[in-house]
């Protein structure tokens, strides 16, 4: 009825690595120390610390860091006190209050977030800040800067 195969004849796959999932602080939650996350992380409760993720960072509205963000993609709609850095484009969003220095490729702020601190921005000599529908944009090169109604 059932018949084993030798374990030296049969072929086994070599383990795959498992896809890194989100990890999650949830609401009610407060951590105080540095995380180190290989992939991306949700924040809804409180870190009291430095987030580095090799991903993407979202804080939730409820969510607070005072701490250090490095990452390569950043949503923040919560509270963070502290520098704030991202590779490619980070989003402010919503009722979100970021206090501290920003270093990002790319910057998207609503118009109902709040940022108080200094902005600056990688790329080439000239970099175009994202704006919304409706808002103006900036262009920020070696020259004066020019100002352009978004289309």
Request: net charge negative.
């Amino acid at each position: 009825m059932f018949t084993s195969k030798s374990k030296e004849n049969s072929s086994v796959p070599e383990a795959t690595p498992a896809k890194v999932g989100a990890s999650i602080i949830a609401a009610g939650t407060t951590i105080k120390g540095d995380i180190e996350c290989s992939g991306d992380i949700r924040i809804d409760g409180t870190l009291k610390g430095n987030v580095h993720a090799t991903n993407k960072v979202f804080i939730g509205s409820d969510g607070m860091v005072e701490g250090d963000i490095n990452c390569v993609h950043a949503d923040i709609l919560g509270k963070v006190q502290g520098k704030v850095t991202v590779k490619d484009l980070l989003n402010i969003r919503g009722k979100a209050h970021v206090k501290g220095d920003l270093f990002t490729g790319k910057l998207q702020v609503e118009p109902s977030a709040s940022f108080n601190g200094n902005c600056h921005m990688a790329g080439t000599a000239s970099v175009n800040v994202a704006a919304l529908p409706g808002a103006s944009s900036m262009i920020v090169g070696e020259e004066e800067p020019e100002y352009a109604e978004a289309e």
